[in-house]
């Protein structure tokens, strides 16, 4: 049963030779072994039929009358259609035989007739393997230079992004910090020279506060890839503390897994956001108070009765005008507070009375809401502006009341761990969502958009809160489970000199 049937042939052979005989020989030879052989007796012929459908090995007889082998080949060697057959040549003993001229046309190896069977398929394999060697190989390569290209072209494309970026970027070592590359415009925002910006630790370039912000960005991308627009204050060579806004990515470079910071200068909108802000409150203040006293006069009766009707919306027009006053003193108490206009005047005292006082400023409105407020004693001495700590105190408390449903709970705890006190202000309210926890620090950010309208706050409360733990070298974070209720802790130190 002839094997070409069932399996397809090992390699496509072109046997040359003027002699029929010999070509039936070879031919029936190779058939038998698994080869598929085209037999050709012409050189010329040969040649159209290599260039129609490259065979993988050509056997080519030295000696034809038309044309030799070696005129064979080398025209064979000249077409690029044909150039890398590999063309073994057959010449017989005794004819004149030039191995020198066969390899100097371009032929690989040879043999010589009467054949011998084993030494034919030898010589056909090992070249044979080598022709499928080398393709292989040639595949490879075009593949890797079509990968390396393709990659050129991406690093490119990613270092005129990098160098031509408005954008400050930098990039540096995941592992230790170190800065690897700046562009030109984190250069132009820092003030800094290349030179004073490679190699140096991101700790020694960022303020103590952004490099905690850039720890918990890295943090962030690490578990989720990215993060954007994490507010930090940069300082600059000079000294001037600039607003960017950061955003990270881990990526790899050379091999080395870094950190790639794009950063965005919003000092310029920050500050005239600040100023609006400011000069609108400011603009507001003295006409709301003065609105404040005719309503409250109106109030008061002296100026005649009102109807009932008269007095609900004297009342809603009280309620809102407090609340727009609120809002006013928040701002510009923040205004205040981040340049720098407010001191905080630290002074060693008891935190017991300051708790309590807290507890009782707030009483009147925990009782009108039906909400317990309750107090741990707490012994322990600590250096704080008291009246800022009760203004954080009594907003957490507020809050507290205004989010938890009448007959639930708010208490008020504190204790010294180490040279920390932790304080902790609990409720039974409705919760905050996880990802939402961390926003509410910020300011005018609220859980639920109508929470100022119908709770009476302003979105400032916690800012505000945020501000002054921090300029007491504490920190201030929140937790909470949804429907169940919420935990705003304090940490302060109980030794410190204040940051003013
Ligand atoms: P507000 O004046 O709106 O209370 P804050 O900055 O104090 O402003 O609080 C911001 C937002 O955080 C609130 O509007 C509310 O959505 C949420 N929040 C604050 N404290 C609590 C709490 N104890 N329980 C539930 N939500 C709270």
Request: hydrophobic share 35%; glycine share 6%; aromatic share 4%.
């Given at each position: 049963m002839s094997r070409?049937r069932?399996?397809?042939?090992k390699?496509d052979i072109?046997?040359?030779?003027?002699t029929?005989e010999?070509?039936?020989?070879?031919s029936q030879?190779?058939?038998?072994?698994?080869y598929k052989?085209r037999?050709?007796?012409?050189?010329s012929?040969?040649?159209?039929?290599?260039?129609?459908v490259?065979?993988?090995?050509?056997l080519l007889?030295?000696?034809m009358?038309?044309?030799?082998g070696?005129?064979?080949?080398?025209?064979?060697k000249a077409?690029?259609?044909?150039?890398?057959?590999p063309?073994?040549?057959i010449?017989?003993l005794?004819d004149?035989?030039?191995?020198?001229?066969?390899?100097q046309?371009g032929?690989?190896?040879y043999i010589?007739?009467?054949?011998q069977v084993?030494?034919v398929?030898?010589?056909l394999?090992?070249?044979l393997?080598i022709?499928n060697l080398?393709?292989k190989?040639e595949?490879?390569n075009?593949q890797?230079?079509?990968?390396?290209?393709e990659k050129?072209a991406a690093?490119?494309?990613f270092?005129k992004?990098?160098?031509?970026?408005?954008?400050?970027?930098a990039?540096a070592?995941?592992?230790?910090g170190?800065l690897?590359?700046?562009?030109?415009s984190?250069l132009?925002?820092?003030?800094?020279?290349i030179s004073e910006?490679t190699?140096k630790n991101?700790?020694?370039?960022?303020s103590?506060?952004?490099?905690a912000?850039?720890?918990q960005a890295v943090?962030?991308?690490?578990?989720q890839?990215?993060?954007?627009?994490?507010?930090l204050e940069?300082p600059?060579?000079s000294?001037?503390?600039?607003?960017?806004?950061?955003s990270?990515e881990?990526?790899?470079?050379g091999?080395?897994?870094?950190?790639?910071?794009i950063?965005?200068d919003i000092t310029e909108r920050?500050?005239?956001e600040?100023?609006f802000?400011?000069?609108?409150?400011?603009?507001l203040r003295t006409?709301?108070?003065?609105?404040?006293?005719?309503l409250?006069?109106?109030?008061s009766?002296?100026?005649?009765?009102l109807?009932d009707r008269?007095?609900?919306i004297l009342?809603v027009?009280?309620?809102?005008?407090?609340?727009?006053i609120?809002l006013?003193?928040?701002?510009?108490?923040?205004?205040?507070?981040?340049?720098?206009?407010?001191?905080i005047?630290?002074?060693f005292c008891s935190?017991?009375?300051?708790?309590?006082?807290?507890v009782?400023?707030m009483?009147?409105?925990?009782e009108?809401a039906?909400v317990?407020l309750l107090l741990e004693p707490?012994d322990?001495n600590i250096n704080l502006?008291?009246?800022?700590?009760?203004q954080t105190?009594?907003?957490?408390l507020?809050?507290?009341i205004?989010f938890?449903?009448?007959?639930?709970?708010?208490?008020?705890?504190?204790?010294?761990q180490?040279?920390?006190c932790?304080?902790?202000?609990?409720?039974t309210?409705?919760?905050?969502?996880?990802?939402?926890l961390e926003?509410?620090f910020?300011?005018?950010q609220q859980v639920?958009?109508?929470?100022s309208?119908?709770?009476g706050g302003?979105?400032?409360g916690l800012?505000i809160c945020?501000?002054?733990?921090?300029r007491?070298?504490?920190k201030i974070w929140a937790?909470s489970?949804?429907g169940?209720?919420s935990?705003?802790y304090?940490s302060?130190?109980l030794?410190?000199?204040t940051?003013n």
């Open positions: 070409e069932n399996c397809p042939p390699a072109l046997a040359i030779d003027d029929p010999n070509l039936a020989l070879l030879m190779l058939t038998e072994k698994g052989v037999s050709v007796t012409k050189g012929t040969a040649i159209r039929g290599a260039k129609a490259a065979p993988d090995l050509i007889d030295v000696k009358p038309e044309m030799n070696y005129e064979v080949c080398q025209q064979l077409d690029d259609r044909t150039r890398d057959i063309v073994i040549f010449s017989a005794g004149v035989f030039d191995k020198v001229k066969a390899f046309v032929g690989v190896d010589t007739k009467p054949f084993e030494e398929l030898a010589r394999d090992t070249h393997t022709r080398q393709l190989l595949a490879q075009s890797l230079q079509q990968e390396i290209a050129t690093e490119d494309k270092a992004a990098f160098r031509t970026c408005p954008n400050p970027i990039i070592a995941y592992e230790s170190q690897l590359e700046v562009n030109q984190f132009q925002m820092s003030g800094y020279a910006v190699n991101i700790g020694q370039i960022y103590k506060s952004a490099w912000v850039y720890q943090h962030k991308s690490d578990s890839g990215f993060i954007h627009n994490l507010e940069f600059t060579k000294g001037q503390i600039k607003t960017l806004l950061l990270m881990i990526i790899e470079l091999g080395t897994k870094c950190t790639l910071q950063l965005n920050k500050r005239l600040n100023e802000i400011s000069l609108v409150s400011h603009e006409p709301m108070t003065s609105t404040i006293g005719a409250d006069l109106l109030n009766g002296q100026l005649g009765t109807s008269g007095q609900q009342r027009a009280i309620r809102n005008s407090e609340r727009l609120r006013v003193n928040d701002i510009l108490d923040l205004e205040r507070m981040k340049s720098g206009k407010i001191a005047q630290p002074m935190l017991e009375p300051l708790l309590v006082q807290a009782e400023t009483q009147a409105m925990a009108k039906q317990k707490c322990a502006d008291s009246d800022r700590i009760l105190l009594t907003n957490l507020n809050n507290g205004k938890t449903e009448p007959g639930g709970t708010v208490k008020l705890t504190a204790k010294v180490r040279d920390r932790q304080i902790v202000i609990q409720d309210g409705r919760g905050i969502p996880a990802d939402k926003s509410i910020e300011r005018f639920d958009a109508s929470d309208r119908s709770k302003t979105g400032l800012a945020r501000h002054i733990v921090e007491h070298h504490g937790a489970e949804l169940t209720g935990s705003f304090i302060l130190p030794q410190h000199q940051r």
